[in-house]
């Protein structure tokens, strides 16, 4: 039907038409031909063993996660544009210059997810209600998407590992999250490589009196900000000063009020359980009184973990509690909720920045088939088949290769055992089964192979 109406339209008969479309078909192979094709600007190819190491990072969040009660969630990849225009703001940067976004066939406004947080919030708020009595502990891994300046530990698409908590407004709760972050950092051998800072933005009341009187307070330095700084003000978002790394903002910082200084005394001795919690279960912390998160439904307690090892991106897992993102989402209960994000890309290399030893996955056996014939690799097939049915790990050398280079190819994997299998061993319906530890070997029946691994 298209053809017919492409004919209609262009006035072609069918066959130059399509001698036509066949020479277009052709010119672009040639022009493709040898062409080799990149990776786009920002995103990585993860292979082994760099993959091990991912592996190992998001296998360890999702132990430790399960471990204090938590369970998975996916959400999609792409989201409306407007759920995040929405959670962030349409004036932050990552809506109005790093979000990658397009309109679908259907007019949708629709984007590549930038962070999970909004994603997660909207999916639970569509499907369950969230009260003292239906908490919710949920943990997510995956990639996201902003069109940053690539740079080490900074990518267009980066994996992320995150915990949010909803339900709870107690300062127990923001403890237990921090717990759940810092037991999943030792787990990864990081405690002694990353700090944690901690602030409070105190109640929403609260902040809203300090945000009018930080806005007048930098408005009186305008000409001495940086121009980043200024747009900040300038756009109602005076917190995010706070956190400038430019030194002229930071000298102004310094003579800044301070939040705590006009908090009301409920905040106050919130803030003071919260430290109290943290030093009974002996995790170390330093007040920044600069730390902040400049949108409007953060409140309370944030928190940044980060080290002096990855140069200028050195916050390798940050959160805080955000009770007002559900009402910015629609919600019309109070969603109290807390939680944070850890960038996987990051932690990877500071694990290999501080030395920290990924566990190598060894094999229980690597087989060896000594004869092509067609009932040998059957027979081969048949050996690793009855040990992958109980469970055990059995890898394959190259059968197209002589059994030398496989029995080099079967030592790399580092495996418990090899096992040769040729047309004595099919005939007799036995493996031999050798040691790469002790060189010793042995003929075991096949019916009695699974016993060699469950008694070693």
Known sequence: QNLRQIMTCSGLTRGTLRRRLCHASTTASKRWAGQSFQRVKGTQDILPPISTEYSHVINTFQRKAGQYGFKQVWTPVIEKSELFARSLGTTSDVVHKEMFSFED?????????????????????????????????????????????????????????????????????????????????????????VELQINTLCSSEARQQYHTTLTRFFQGHMDALSADSRMRVENGNPLRVLDSKNKTDQEIVREAPRLVDSAPQLDLDRWQEVQDLLAAANVSFSVNPTLVRGLDYYAHTVWEFTTDRLGAQNAVLAGGRYDGLGSLLGSKMNTPAVGWAAGVDRLVLLRREVGAQTPSSQPDAAIVCADTQLDVLSYCHTVRHSLLERGFTVVAANPELNVGSQMKQALESNPRRILFVGSTEQSTKTVAVKDPRTRTQEMVKLDMLFNVFEHS
Request: positive net charge.
């Open 105 to 193: 066939r259907d007019g949708t406004h629709t984007c590549l997810r930038p962070e999970a947080t909004a994603s997660v919030t909207r999916a639970l708020l569509a499907s369950s209600p969230i009260t003292a009595k239906h908490c919710h502990n949920l943990f997510y891994a995956g990639t996201m998407f902003r069109r940053e300046r690539p740079q080490k530990g900074r990518y267009r698409e980066f994996w992320q590992v995150g915990a949010e908590s909803f339900g709870q407004q107690s300062a127990w709760s923001d403890v237990q999250t921090i717990q759940l972050g810092f037991d999943f950092l030792s787990s990864l051998g990081l405690e002694n490589h």
